[in-house]
């Protein structure tokens, strides 16, 4: 069986605010151990039909997220935690504020720039190029030769196209989602990984 060099590229948002969701028995909520992810993921490898037997190569562990105005404690824990997971890599983009509201769908199509329920301003902000990192880092290292096996923690069917163009190209790609959602990306990816099934090797353990 072959040798597979293997790279992770992890959709920060997508993938732990779906987690952070959940409430457990003793009634707090899931946490996430990183320093398990991508061991957790990697063995996950072993499991899927037509992999089992084969040998896998951590190459790297590629997280990209966003963070805003009230993520003020986010990007001191990227630093001194995150950043520490070895071979993981950061990389994370301020969101930008919105310049217009949202346009309502009546005839005159007024843009709706306070809340008409409580007045809040609309104008919030926005997630802008993480897509596009993400992207960028699989046919970039795809490119580069640094892997032949990518595993894709995501939902977001904005990912196909990459997906398929480097299926094209002989590099599979699985997909790490949450039954329910991504059917698209799952079903165009070689492969997928149900989160919730592996989650709990990955669980950080709540401190009395």
Known sequence: MPAYKV?????????????????????KN?????????ETLMNSLKAIEG???????????????????NDSKLRPWVKSTLSRVPG???????????ESGPICTGPSHHEISTCPSCGSPMLGYKEKGVDTAIVTLMVQNAWEGL????ILASSDKDFVPVIEYLDRKGIKCVQAGFKGSGYELGQKSWASIDIMSVCEQFRRKHIS
């Open 7 to 27: 790279m992770i590229f992890i959709d920060f948002w997508n993938f732990s605010l779906p987690l952070e969701k959940i409430i457990m028995p003793d009634g």
């Open 30 to 38: 899931f946490l996430i151990n990183w320093f398990k992810v991508p």
């Open 51 to 69: 992999l089992s037997g084969s040998d896998f190569q951590y190459q790297h562990c590629h997280v990209v997220g966003s963070y805003g105005p």
């Open 88 to 98: 993981l890599k950061t990389w994370f983009l301020p969101r930008r504020k919105l």
């Open 147 to 150: 892997y032949d096996l990518g």
